[in-house]
Nanobody, 127 residues
Framework: QVQLVESGGGLVQAGASLRLSCAVS????????MGWFRQAPGKEREFVAT???????????DYVDSVKGRCAISRDNAKNMVYLQMNGLKPEDTAVYFC?????????????????WGQGTQVTVSS
């Protein structure tokens, strides 16, 4: 049984930092690309960041333009963990953040290419 459990969300002021964590179990973690998505109230789920498996040339990453330069996705294959470091948080970053495991090794921005999802962690940024 595959499980993804996010943690690290909270209520912060604009400009603060948070590190979201996602613990993954039930699959061979190092073989799969991972991603972070978010969903704000009344909006569709949005891609945030993705990281490929760690084989080949190493974990390649991609980000939505709105977080480039402020966020960093990383993974620890020894711990089956994926992280999203978020700096310079803005009120528009307020959303539920979801961790997801892709169905392949390759980083992807498309939610339909993710096979497993966590329950999400709330991030609220006050102005």
């Amino acid at each position: 049984q595959v499980q993804l459990v996010e943690s690290g969300g909270g209520l912060v002021q604009a400009g603060a930092s948070l590190r979201l964590s996602c613990a993954v179990s039930g699959l061979t973690f190092r073989w799969y690309a991972m991603g972070w998505f978010r969903q704000a109230p009344g909006k569709e789920r949005e891609f945030v960041a993705t990281i490929s498996w760690s084989g080949g040339s190493g974990g390649s990453t991609d980000y939505v333009d709105s977080v480039k330069g402020r966020c960093a996705i990383s993974r620890d294959n020894a711990k089956n963990m994926v992280y999203l470091q978020m700096n310079g948080l803005k009120p528009e970053d307020t959303a539920v953040y979801f961790c997801a495991a892709a169905g392949s090794q390759f980083a992807t921005v498309r939610p339909e290419e993710y096979a497993y999802w966590g329950q999400g962690t709330q991030v609220t940024v006050s102005s």
